[in-house]
């Protein structure tokens, strides 16, 4: 018991001694912070040199480590560039991938609606002039959408009513075409046996009679069509009356969800865009319907039966660019070969070909001229690109759109310099004097000077900087 005070009191000067260490440690650590921190440099610099004697150095037999380089330093920059329009490609075509998906799940409504835009183009000149003879906006909207769909419809009744009467003298005339066909095949150079002919006739009957399920259910697809069809045309019907009738106002509605630095030129496309859309829509109407007449007339005088619903399909189809001429043609040709025989057939063929090389070659450039100037490249494109979209009504439609979006860009682009242009500082030093007008031969640089007086520093230049 009398060693226990002795062996207390050296744990408690041990613990003392501890203590001071501490203390001396926590010192020192505060004086390095306040010497690195210190704004002075000189200061600073001691505090790092001191941290670094503090380190201890590598060993000799240490290899030498070099540092790594950044990694954006490290990337070639055609790389980076490249990774840089990637993504953004990417998300662009994912943009557009969701608006086609939008677009194809509401592909009724867009196309009636695109066809209401076409049939206004058509119309609303016939709106502006009744109203320039002083009926209201109503009557002259009323009187111009119901004669523009009466004569639709009476088109229409004609051609249903043409094919109705001729029905049976075209059977007549297609069983006869056909048995001269196998006539003509039989005493042909081609070497065509009767066996073969029975074998070729016997293949289709067998075909037809194997897929009569597949028959009935495109049938049953058909009468799909016509109601969409027909869904589609009362929506295109009402779609042109509003459009006829308040179509400023509704561009006006359509701006006002423009972003406000964006509305200037988008302001200024619009008009220009329908301009396009109007001289495409008219010229196309003409040239298909000298096409119908002049083909019409050819057909009628070689004594082909249905002339004039053949007329009608050549006129409509003359709306599909390139594509649609070739199907009107072959049509035609097909119905004088199966009716009136090889030769008539022939001859068909030459009155489609001369007309549609007028048609491409004179009517085309002089009628729309300069306002629809579009690629023939871009116009096989962009009749497939719609055709696979939206089948016939997206090759109806794919032209125009390109011509319009064609008109739309130029004009943005012309905008956008002419904006940056109009914002840049004015030309000072020597660009100010390679872009001062040259004087003309001749005349004293006094009376140019009288005659171009320079502006006052207070007054604004020409392109509206100060």
Known sequence: MSKLPGWLGQVGAELSRLSERLDE???????????????????????????VDQVPAPPTYAPTVAARPDPV??????????????WRLLVLAGTLWVLMRVISAVQLVVLAFVAALLVTALLQPTVARLRRHGLPRGLAT?????????????????VVWQVMDNIDTLSDKVTKGIDDLKNWLL?????????????????????????TEAITTAGLQ??????????????????????LYDGARIWQWVLKLVPAQARPGVAGAGPRAWRTLTAYVRGTVIVALIDAIFIGLGIYFLNVPMAVPLAVFIFLF??????????????????????????TALMVLLVVLAVQQIEGHVLQPF??????????????????????????????????????TNTVVGYLRSYGQGESRRHSPPPHGSTALDAAPTPASGTPPEKEKAENPEPDGDEPSPDGSS
């Open 222 to 243: 058909g009468v799909t069509v016509v109601v969409e069809f027909m869904t589609g045309a009362l929506l295109a019907m009402f779609s042109t009356l509003f459009l």
């Open 187 to 211: 005493d042909s150079p081609f070497h065509v046996t009767d066996k073969q002919i029975n074998d070729i006739a016997k293949n289709l009957s067998d075909t037809v009679g194997t897929n």
């Open 367 to 404: 009628i729309l001229g300069r306002a629809v100037r579009v690629h023939p490249l871009a116009v096989v494109l962009s009749v497939a690109a719609g055709g696979m979209i939206a089948g016939i009504g997206g090759a109806v439609v794919a032209v125009p759109l390109v011509a319009v």
């Open 318 to 343: 003359a709306f599909i660019p390139l594509v649609g001429a070739v199907v009107s043609g072959a049509l035609a040709v097909v119905v004088a070969l199966v009716t009136e025989g090889v030769f």
């Open 25 to 51: 440690r926590r010192a020192e650590t505060e004086a390095d912070d306040s010497l690195l921190g210190s704004t002075d440099p000189a200061v600073a610099g001691k505090g790092e040199a001191a941290h």
């Open 73 to 86: 330093a490290a990337i070639p920059w055609g790389m980076r560039v490249a990774a840089e329009a990637g």
């Open 142 to 158: 009323a009187v111009t959408a119901i004669s523009g769909f009466v004569i639709m419809g009476l088109v229409g009744w004609f």
